[in-house]
T-cell receptor, first 112, second 115 residues
């Protein structure tokens, strides 16, 4: 079964708007990671947040982590058409050891 | 940083035929290596991982096998493909090579269609 589950499964927004997606997981973790996948391509790492961190920023990306709720959110601010992609959370550590366990992803469409 | 190569990029195979997908890594030594499969519109499922030459751990029972004949080479195989083996196969390794808990680099993937 999936460790991480993203919500929503799909998101459609206008260029310039913010996009927020959430990830929930079930067991203890060392860190949580977000990846982007453009259609038919490999995954690209976006950001890693460790279990002792609550918030992290990278450019237009903001990630939060709430270990008490076992949840994380990814916010993309001022979205662009190039942000159209699927976004996946993945958890590492804890019961999974040094392996990543991925969620089902959120498909984001940014309309120009 | 690492570069991961995968080939072929796409493959169409009949049911019952054999399979060999190759992944090679540059820019690191003795990396942990991972094979994932992604069904259409879904997340990634870890199939195999390897911490060194000849060392393979299987995550899910299936029709596939993996081998690591060289430090930076990881091969995914099947003797007889099933329709359910169709998918997008991705090879990955951690950013620091052995990298416990680090982000992973992914190869470009192989899209396999079994007919």
């Amino acid at each position: 079964s999936q460790q991480g589950e993203e919500d929503p499964q799909a998101l459609s927004i206008q260029e310039g708007e913010n996009a927020t997606m959430n990830c929930s997981y079930k067991t203890s973790i060392n860190n949580l990671q977000w990846y982007r996948q453009n259609s038919g391509r490999g995954l690209v790492h976006l950001i890693l947040i460790r279990s002792n961190e609550r918030e992290k920023h990278s450019g237009r990306l903001r990630v939060t982590l709430d270990t008490s709720k076992k949840s994380s959110s990814l916010l993309i601010t001022a979205s662009r058409a190039a942000d159209t992609a699927s976004y996946f959370c993945a958890t590492a550590g804890g019961a999974a050891g040094n392996k990543l366990t991925f969620g089902g992803g959120t498909r984001v469409l940014v309309k120009p | 940083s690492q570069t991961i190569h995968q080939w072929p990029a796409t493959l169409v195979q009949p049911v019952g035929s054999p399979l060999s997908l190759e992944c090679t890594v540059e820019g690191t030594s003795n990396p942990n290596l991972y094979w994932y499969r992604q069904a259409a519109g879904r997340g990634l499922q870890l199939l195999f991982y390897s911490v060194g030459i000849g060392q393979i751990s299987s995550e899910v029972p299936q029709n596939l096998s993996a081998s690591r004949p060289q430090d930076r080479q990881f091969i995914l195989s099947s003797k007889k493909l099933l329709l359910s083996d169709s998918g997008f196969y991705l090879c990955a390794c951690p950013s620091s090579g052995t990298g416990l808990y680090n982000e992973q680099f992914f190869g470009p993937g192989t899209r396999l269609t079994v007919l």
